[in-house]
Each structure stands twice: as structure tokens, then as C-alpha cells.
């Protein structure tokens, strides 16, 4: 069970980089708010992941804790 679960993380995380990098931010809002129900405590890589590329894309130092949805926007 658990080795499904970390191939369903990797799918939504690849989905999410596929979203972001086609300028689909709505539909990468929706992925990620997926990886962070999905992964919880427990295995955080893909979260972890997908958290670094909003940072790195909006300058912030630390992603938003207990995001709430919503859409991202991009820097200008």
C-alpha cells in the first residue's frame, strides 16, 4: 500500500511541474492542496518538492503553512 502511495505522490507531483511549467497555475494550486492531503507527516518528499519550486519561482524563504485554496500568482 504504501508503494502505491508513493507512486500516486510522484504522478501528482509530476502533474504539478507539468501545470507550473505550462503557466496552468490554478490547475498546480489544486495539485499541490492533492500532495499535501495525500502525504500528511509521513513521507513529505514530493510536498517537499513541489514547495521548493513555488518558493524558488516566488522569492518567498518558506512556503505558506496550512495554505488555504486558492491561486498562486506569479512574481512580476
Known amino acids: 500500500m504504501i ?4 507512486h500516486l505522490d510522484q504522478a501528482i507531483l509530476e502533474a504539478f511541474k ?3 511549467d505550462a503557466g496552468r497555475l490554478d490547475v498546480a494550486d489544486h495539485l499541490l492542496h492533492a ?3 495525500l502525504c500528511g507527516d509521513l513521507e513529505r518528499r ?3 518538492e513541489a514547495y ?3 518558493c524558488d519561482e516566488s522569492g518567498d524563504l518558506q512556503p505558506k503553512a496550512g495554505r488555504k485554496s486558492g491561486c498562486r500568482k ?3
Open 3 to 6: 508503494a502505491r502511495r508513493q
Open 46 to 48: 514530493c510536498l517537499d
Open 35 to 37: 500532495l499535501e492531503c
Open 52 to 54: 521548493r519550486i513555488v
Open 18 to 20: 507539468i501545470a507550473n
Open 74 to 76: 506569479r512574481p512580476n
